[in-house]
């Protein structure tokens, strides 16, 4: 008996054929296996239950990197009898693709040896196996192969060759294979003269370790070190040194974005974090993302961390060591490397200026990051894409009420991506149906883009904000090399409806025919693919900060009644003026002023207020009265803007959401026993803000605490999204509900409005692959203009909607 089998999905460069060549000779079949750039096709001979214990294997004892999607079997009709199981070489298939591994943290494996003395790859920063290492950020094109990544110019040494070619080495076939003999090595570079002495030039083990020592030694000191990782640059420094950080956000122009950290070990992130089973399994997860997590009150046994490292802010972004690197800056035990000690806990931050992307090549890092690093610690592999570190936060399960059957019920923990970047991109999104070649190029802020094909939506990397000249030359190098890798020729091309986003301008240059798709739709339409669900309608709760409207205005408390083609607007927050437009966005105060005039609120003599410019705020309300650049927005993220600034809480934001993030902080607490405020529904079922806003100011005149608000406020919310959702029940039967946008990166609102829903017989999505924010935004763009574009003639360009 003789069966064909092919396997599609990640199953290149994770140490497949081995795996196979493993399982084949255990049950003494014969036969081959090989990489084509499909997939991996296999042909075995031998017993049937041999061959049957072989498929169920396959499916089952996986390599812990592969992903398999597909298994297909056929009767091997050729009559050959083979005498052996052999690992054929890889041959390539005309047009077919399949995808590629992300980058995989170092492996247990590794690290031990990697510590080990007596190896010969001890202390090497660039070890690897054929379960870790370098994959997404090296890869030039496919099939996965050595001379299709960075690491073809380093020519393997015979001791490398031996462990490459033999099937049974835990390094066959690792394509970035390395060791001090023949691959890359480190470097430091100093850019101020008090380090001089250090010679880049030389490669001697010595040398490459004394780099490593003198970049602990200058981090132990104080100095900001650049260090070039897997997908980029990262700026680092003592986490515990307040000038330092301080320094460093001087330097990158970050007044108070938090940065992250990079702990030694788990015990150092136990020592200043609250941290649950789900949250320790995340951080030590072969992905290593930044993970958010709850400060521990104070105590004396934690590590210091500068307050500068997270302003105001109840949490920190932690992350571990991921590459050998890492761990040769942060071990806390080797004896040589301890020669000098160095800090337990590093902010790492990405290498760049404020909103630029990272900086990936040297030449690159070292002229435009030289004014932001006293040293850079470098190598020669070079970076073929950047990825920036993803970020993720734990959503913890909890105990609800079915409303059906009054029973308690479980939802549990699951992983919410912020940033879905590093150790997960390009992993695709698969979808319930097939869809055409396709490019999504996203939003403006927290770019990412999406590519499609067949039942798969590769989401890119996080690309960032899009107004700068770098970010959007990473833009359409992403692209580029995406749509190549995956052998993708877009027949549709979907962008927002914003005509002055520079990523709707790259769109408008490309030939195909085009979509503009509503901002908020998209939203809501990522989140239903993410779900895997296929075409139908339901409620849609679209809340975030900013989205061009079908009318012109500016959108963002959105309710709507949504399937993949189109879109009713059932319901919106009262539209307000914006005095000033976008730059209201960086100061709420001009927010709150604005609201306040336009509803006729007396806000005088309000602390807020104490120390505005009585002509600024004049001017305002002249705008207002006359229209000037003035735009009517229904954004959630500004009514959040203006409570907080009405409170006292802050007038100005130097980050996005940054006033939103404070008062959930606050809220937190309180959000259980605080009771809504009132608000009214007004022409039609849109939601007016004049007696929410009135009682805020009445509870500030009153002194009450900003936590009692804030909290208060959440519960409004909260109240309005699970109304809302009831008349659009009532109006159109809809039971499903789906939340996305920036707005629900608010755990309490999130928990609160979940909780509603579900009492009240909703079905409840939101998002569990992608970002709700802005990030997860192209996923939606492609499905919306396969299906609108789908049904409809095709013109140049379109919109979605009405
Ligand atoms: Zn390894
Ligand atoms: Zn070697």
């Not at 496919?142 to 393997?156: G, Q, S, V």
């Not at 927010?591 to 410019?613: S, T, V």
Request: glycine share 6%.
């Amino acid at each position: 008996m003789a069966k064909h089998i092919s396997v599609k999905g990640v199953v290149q460069g994770v140490g497949f054929r081995p795996f196979v060549y493993g399982l084949a000779t255990r049950l003494n079949l014969h036969g081959w296996v090989c990489n084509t750039s499909g997939g991996v096709e296999i042909v075995v001979q031998g017993p049937t239950s041999n061959i049957e214990n072989f498929i169920h294997d396959l499916k089952t004892e996986a390599p812990p990197l592969a992903k398999i999607d597909d298994v297909t079997e056929y009767d091997e009709l050729s009559s050959i009898e083979y005498s052996s199981f052999d690992i054929r070489p890889s041959t390539s298939v005309e047009a077919a693709f399949q995808p590629i591994s992300a980058d995989v943290a170092i492996c247990p494996d590794c690290e031990r040896e990697l510590f080990d003395p007596r190896d010969r790859r001890y202390l090497y920063p660039f070890i690897n196996c054929t379960n870790c290492g370098p994959r997404f950020t090296i890869i030039q094109d496919i099939p996965y192969d050595r001379p299709n990544t960075t690491m073809a110019e380093f020519l393997m040494c015979e001791h490398c060759g031996t462990e490459y070619n033999n099937p049974l080495d835990r390094r066959f076939h690792a394509q970035p294979i390395a060791c001090p003999q023949c691959g890359p090595f480190v470097a430091l570079r100093d850019i101020h003269p008090q380090f001089s002495g250090i010679n880049s030039k030389i490669s001697s083990i010595e040398c490459r370790t004394s780099a490593i020592l003198k970049a602990r030694k200058l981090l132990c000191e104080g100095y900001i070190v650049g260090v070039k990782g897997l997908g980029g640059f990262h700026l680092a420094c003592d986490a515990s040194n307040s000038l330092s950080v301080e320094e460093l956000r001087d330097r990158k122009g970050r007044l108070a974005k938090p940065f992250a950290l990079m702990a030694a070990d788990i015990d150092v992130v136990r020592s200043i974090c609250q941290l649950s089973s789900e949250e320790e399994a995340l951080l030590t997860s072969r992905e290593k993302p930044i993970v958010l997590l709850a400060k521990k009150p104070h105590n004396e046994r934690a590590y210091k961390i500068s307050k500068w490292v997270a302003p105001n802010l109840d949490y920190l972004g932690i992350m571990l060591p991921y590459t050998p690197l890492h761990h040769l800056l942060l071990n806390q035990t080797d004896p040589l490397l301890g020669v000098e000690p160095v800090p337990p806990l590093l902010v790492m931050t990405s290498g760049n200026y404020s909103e630029e992307p990272i900086a990936t090549d040297d030449e690159d890092a070292l002229s435009r990051l030289a004014p932001l690093a006293d040293a850079f610690l470098i190598h020669n592999r070079q970076i073929h894409i950047r990825c920036d570190d993803s970020v993720v936060r734990v959503d913890h399960g909890r105990l609800t009420i079915d409303h059906e059957s009054d029973e308690m019920l479980h939802r549990p923990s699951s992983v919410v991506y912020l940033r879905r970047s590093r150790g997960y991109a390009p992993y695709p999104v698969k979808l319930p149906f097939e869809v055409k070649p396709t490019l999504a190029v996203g939003g403006e802020l927290k770019n990412t883009f999406c590519l499609t094909r067949d039942r798969y939506a590769f989401l890119s990397h996080h690309i960032g904000d899009m107004e700068n000249a770098e970010t959007y030359e990473s833009f359409e190098q992403g692209i580029k090399h995406l749509s190549h890798i995956f052998r993708v020729e877009p027949e549709l091309i979907a962008c927002d409806l914003h005509p002055n986003y520079f990523s709707t301008q790259y769109a408008q240059k490309l030939d195909a025919p085009r979509l503009g798709v509503q901002h908020h739709h998209a939203h809501i339409v990522s989140c239903m693919a993410d779900n895997g669900l296929d075409d139908r309608r339901l409620i849609g709760l679209s809340f975030d900060g900013t989205g061009y409207g079908t009318d012109g205005a500016i959108w963002g408390g959105e309710v709507l009644l949504a399937s993949f083609a189109d879109f009713e607007r059932f319901a919106h927050l009262e539209y307000l003026p914006l005095p000033g437009g976008d730059a209201a966005i960086r100061s709420p105060w001009r927010i709150a002023a604005g609201y306040a005039h336009a509803l006729a609120i007396e806000i005088d003599e309000l602390p807020f207020l104490r120390n505005a410019d009585p002509q600024a705020l004049n001017i305002l309300r002249q705008q207002i009265d006359k229209k000037i650049n003035s735009p009517l927005t229904s954004s959630m993220g500004r009514l959040f803007d203006a409570v907080a600034s009405l409170i006292g809480l802050r007038n100005e934001v130097t980050y996005e959401a940054q006033a939103a993030i404070e008062m959930e902080g606050l809220a937190k607490p309180f959000v259980t026993v605080a009771q809504p405020y009132p608000y009214e529904i007004t022409n039609g079922n849109n939601i007016g803000l004049k007696s929410l806003l009135q009682s805020i100011v009445e509870d500030v005149r009153l002194k009450k605490s900003t936590e009692i608000i804030s909290a208060r406020f959440h519960r409004t919310i909260a109240d309005i999204a699970v109304n809302s959702c009831e008349r659009a029940c009532q109006a159109s039967g809809l039971k499903e509900v789906a939340l996305s946008g920036g707005v629900w990166q608010n755990q309490v609102l999130l928990d609160l409005v979940r909780d509603g829903l579900l009492k009240n017989g909703f079905v409840v999505y939101f998002h569990r692959q992608v970002p709700t924010n802005d990030g997860g935004l192209s996923l939606g763009q492609a499905i919306i203009a396969n299906y609108a574009l789908g049904v409809q003639e095709l013109a140049p360009a379109s919109t979605a909607g009405k």
